[in-house]
């Protein structure tokens, strides 16, 4: 196995990725709290964090089975869970499903090793490892925000809000409309917000319902798309530190915000500076990675039949709703979650089909648009909010001709279904000459 260079390119994928976790593990250990590794380890006996999304990942995995397997292994999920059911009720512990979907998981990575050769061992391995991802995905999530609540003492949500007057202060709007609403469009869009990855896996269940009987995984697929996305966020967060409306203008912030202005006052134009924040606020705004992951999932579900469109839109709509109307995000976190998306699945797809100049471009197009919106908001923010009418549609054209050009791109990547041919007339036979 290890003489073909595709295992060659997992193994090293795959001790990288451990390298990674384990960086992690420490660096949150350093603060005293438990890392990615040890709180995934707990979740085999302990009460998850999410259920539905180990569930969710073991659905994943389960695209390498047949239906006789499936079955089989979903209700060895129940049952497990059950038994942890009963067992949490009796001591009265924390209630929560999920510890069967993880059994599951591993039991199938150790029949994987123990009972599958070739091929199939491969096949298999990359099931468990998608699902593994996912869950270690958010896992990893969770540490990343702890480390930069730590390491960034002060936040740029001054120059950020400042910018954001450009764009007419859309968290503060949509705040007002979300409140209007009542309950049931907060919990609604509460319910969306949460459960982003369980969306995620529905519209990947859909793209891989063939590899079970191909015995392949398609070249890209939606959960490469949120690992990146997931893998790179994080990073921008570092050099970027936002904490969102709610906490620098809010009730939530404390005694750190500026005062207490979300949603009802849109905040004053004042000079922007640097502000101290606390240690416990994660500074994951810039860019919205919420934005991020819900516009992955409107792309790749335009592909399927029209209730995945629908739900791909409803989504993404939705996400937008409960980013800005909850006071996570800003506006120019919005358009900046957008742009970045779009340049990193443009890279993954030129990486799949191969790169040429039409990727080349693309991506480049979208890597310096994202670079300027950032170079702006740090910036610019005062001629940004001094001058609406003309940043304004900068920003927002800034943003469509990513989409523009994106959507270009792509169209003419997608194969073309070959005309039908029509048949040869047939000539009628000739009688010999003699």
């Known amino acids: 196995m290890w003489r ?14 451990l390298g990674f976790l384990i960086t992690l593990e420490f660096a949150a250990r350093q603060y005293g709290l438990p890392g990615p590794i040890t709180n995934q380890v707990r979740e085999v006996i302990f009460a998850p964090k ?16 047949t239906w006789r397997q499936r ?22 512990a924390k209630m929560m499903f999920g510890n069967g979907a993880l059994w599951v ?51 740029l949500d001054q120059y950020v809000a400042t910018a954001d007057h450009a764009l007419g202060n859309p968290s503060w709007l949509v705040g007002r409309i979300v409140r209007a609403t009542g309950p049931i469009g907060a919990h609604v869009l ?35 798309t949120f690992l990146v996305i997931g893998l790179l966020g994080p990073g921008i967060y570092m ?29 004053p134009i004042t000079t922007p500076q640097h502000m101290p924040f606390d240690e416990i606020t994660p500074r994951n705004c810039m ?19 029209r209730a995945l469109q629908f739900a791909g839109a409803f989504w993404l709509i939705a996400t937008l709703g409960a980013t800005l109307g ?59 909010a001094e001058h609406p009418w003309v940043f304004g549609p900068l920003v927002i054209l800034a943003m469509a001709s990513v989409i523009h050009r994106y959507m270009q791109t792509t169209k003419l990547w997608d194969p073309k279904a070959a005309p039908a041919q029509a048949p040869e007339p047939q000539l009628e036979p000739q009688p010999e000459l003699v």
């Open 239 to 267: 050099i970027f530190p936002v904490v969102g409306p709610i906490f620098a203008y809010g009730a939530d912030g404390g005694h750190f915000a500026v005062a207490d202005l979300w949603p009802n006052t849109p905040p």
């Open 287 to 305: 860019p919205s990675l919420h934005t991020a992951w819900a516009t992955a999932i409107f792309l790749h579900s335009r592909k399927g039949p």
């Open 71 to 92: 079955f089989i292994a979903a209700g060895a999920a129940i049952g497990i869970d059950v038994a942890f059911f009963l067992v949490r009720w009796a001591v009265d």
């Open 105 to 155: 998981i591993l039991a199938y990575a150790v029949i994987a090793v123990t009972r599958r050769t070739g091929r199939e061992r491969i096949l298999l391995l990359k099931g468990v490892g998608l699902a593994l991802l996912l869950v270690t995905g958010r896992k990893t999530g969770d540490a990343w925000l702890l480390i930069t609540s730590k390491t960034r003492p002060a936040v």
């Open 190 to 224: 509460d319910y969306v917000y949460i459960q982003l990855a369980v969306a995620a896996v529905i519209v990947t269940l859909y793209q891989l319902r063939n590899v079970a009987a191909e015995r392949r995984f398609p070249r890209h697929h939606l959960v490469r």
């Open 50 to 65: 999410s259920g539905p999304l180990l569930y969710a990942s073991m659905a994943l995995m389960m695209v390498v089975l």
């Open 326 to 384: 909850f006071g996570y995000h800003y506006g120019a976190d919005i358009v900046a979650g957008v742009v970045f998306t779009l340049t990193i699945e443009a890279g993954l797809r030129s990486l799949a089909r191969g790169w040429d100049r039409s990727g080349i471009q693309l991506v480049a197009h979208g890597a310096t648009v994202f670079a300027a919106l950032l170079v702006s908001y740090r910036y610019l923010p005062m001629k940004m």
């Open 4 to 17: 073909h260079p595709q295992a060659m390119l997992y193994a090293t994928v795959g001790v990288v990725a």
